[in-house]
Structures are given as C-alpha cells and as structure tokens.
C-alpha cells in the first residue's frame, strides 16, 4: 500500500513562497495522475493543481501564475511551488494520487483520487 507523506508547509508573510513537497513511498503502476488539494477552514475542498501522466498541468484560476506543480520520477516526488502567496492560500495543503485505469482523456475533476497524504499546513499573514 502506497503511502504518500507532504512536507514543506509553514507560516510565511503574504508575498512570500513555500515549496511543498509529496513523497510517496513507492512508484506505482498504472498513476493516472496527481494533485494537490487544500482545505481552509469552514470552506470546502478545493482543487489546487494536477499533472497527468503524460505531463498535463491544470490550475485553478486563484493560482495560476502563481503556483507550479512539477515532478521527479526518480525520487518518486510531486511537489507545488507557490509564489506570492496571500492570505487567501492559507490552508491545509493535501497531496493525492489516482491509481488505476487510466483513461485516455484524464480529468481531475473526475479522478478516482484513491491515496491521500495527511496534509501539511499554510498560513499567510498579511
């Protein structure tokens, strides 16, 4: 069973950058993709960034340009790099992966997203 485990979180000033990183403990067979979600509090799960398995990059509106999602294969790491942050950003950051059959099309928004890390925690303060 995969374990995914993220790290890099902390409390930073608005305008400042935190690398977040997602290790999983071993390369799975069949990752249709990856992502990042956060959480703030009181508000509902939001999908913060994916790549597929063919390289596809997506971003919410909130983030894009602001935030990049790349990968190292060989050391079975996802990361998010998140610059100019604000106090809006502030949330519990999780990493997921889907594993499976992959279709030929991936959406993120229709992954079957089937291992979780435990989050790491953002805060940004004005």
């Known amino acids: 069973q995969m374990q995914l485990a993220e790290s890099g979180g902390g409390s930073v000033q608005s305008g400042g950058y935190l690398k977040l990183s997602c290790s999983a403990s071993q390369y799975m067979f069949g990752t249709c993709g990856m992502a990042w979600f956060r959480q703030a509090p009181g508000k509902e799960r939001e999908l913060v960034a994916s790549?597929?398995?063919?390289?596809?990059?997506t971003y919410a509106d909130s983030v894009k340009g602001r935030f990049i999602i790349p990968r190292d294969y060989t050391k079975n790491t996802l990361y998010l790099k998140m610059n100019s942050l604000n106090p809006e950003d502030t949330a519990m950051y999780y990493c997921?992966?889907?594993?499976?059959?992959?279709?030929?099309?991936?959406?993120?928004?229709?992954?079957?997203?089937?291992?979780w890390g435990r989050g790491t925690q953002v805060t940004v303060s004005s």
């Open positions: 997921t992966h889907h594993v499976g059959n992959c279709p030929d099309s991936w959406d993120p928004l229709r992954a079957d997203f089937n291992y």
């Open positions: 790549i597929s398995y063919d390289g596809t990059t």
